[in-house]
T-cell receptor, first 115, second 109 residues
Framework: ETGVTQTPRHLVMGMTNKKSLKCEQH?????MYWYKQSAKKPLELMFV???????ENNSVPSRFSPECPNSSHLFLHLHTLQPEDSALYLC??????????????FGPGTRLTVL | QKEVEQDPGPLSVPEGAIVSLNCTYS??????FMWYRQYSRKGPELLMY????GNKEDGRFTAQVDKSSKYISLFIRDSQPSDSATYLC?????????FGAGTILRVKS
């Protein structure tokens, strides 16, 4: 596997379910990100981890809970979601999130549908 | 007012046309400007990266930045059906990276 991988690619869940999204980067990067992409809206940054520490949390509801066990893996735990949470969830990684010239590499995303 | 404005399209052009994609922004602090391409069912991939005002060319793609007008453009020459995708502009200062909503481009053969 190369680059940034995400599983599952598609997920349908009810509002009372608990599920997790997984991201893995094979680039040796130190920073990882979760974004939400909704139709016709800009990418919304949700969480940033740098060297396994959460450094940014952009007013995301507590029903989304991130976890970064090591620099290669990132999880997004989901519980009691709402239909408006249906979107494409993208994971990204980069070398140094504080650098002006830092470039983010994205995974293919998980298409989430909440019924 | 949104920090970054981008027309969502869709923009439909015939094969071989010159395509112009644009973004405007309101924050003069942005220093680095990027264009990402996103194919259907894929994540965004970095296409072009420029710093400050001026032009940058890479094959059929030219990125242009006009900081005085707070306006950036991506030109695609000799467009191909394989260029059909969503193009996202992004801009950055320090830790802050802001994306446009993306423009859907369809190149018809």
């Amino acid at each position: 596997e190369t680059g940034v991988t995400q599983t599952p690619r598609h997920l349908v869940m009810g509002m009372t379910n608990k599920k997790s999204l997984k991201c893995e980067q094979h680039l040796g990067h130190n920073a990882m990100y979760w974004y939400k992409q909704s139709a016709k809206k800009p990418l919304e940054l949700m969480f940033v981890y740098s060297l396994e520490e959460r450094v940014e949390n952009n007013s995301v509801p507590s029903r989304f809970s991130p976890e970064c066990p090591n620099s290669s893996h990132l999880f997004l735990h989901l519980h009691t979601l709402q239909p408006e949470d249906s979107a494409l969830y993208l994971c990204a990684s980069s070398q140094v999130w504080t650098s002006d010239t830092d470039t983010q590499y994205f995974g293919p995303g998980t298409r989430l549908t909440v019924l | 007012q949104k920090e970054v404005e981008q027309d969502p399209g869709p923009l439909s052009v015939p094969e071989g046309a010159i395509v112009s994609l644009n973004c405007t922004y309101s924050n003069s602090a942005f220093q680095y400007f990027m264009w990402y391409r996103q194919y259907s069912r894929k994540g965004p991939e970095l296409l072009m990266y420029t710093y400050s005002s001026g032009n940058k060319e890479d094959g059929r793609f030219t990125a242009q930045v006009d900081k005085s007008s707070k306006y950036i453009s991506l030109f695609i020459r000799d467009s191909q059906p394989s260029d059909s995708a969503t193009y996202l502009c992004a801009m950055r200062y320090g830790n802050k990276l802001v994306f446009g909503a993306g423009t859907i481009l369809r190149v018809k053969s």
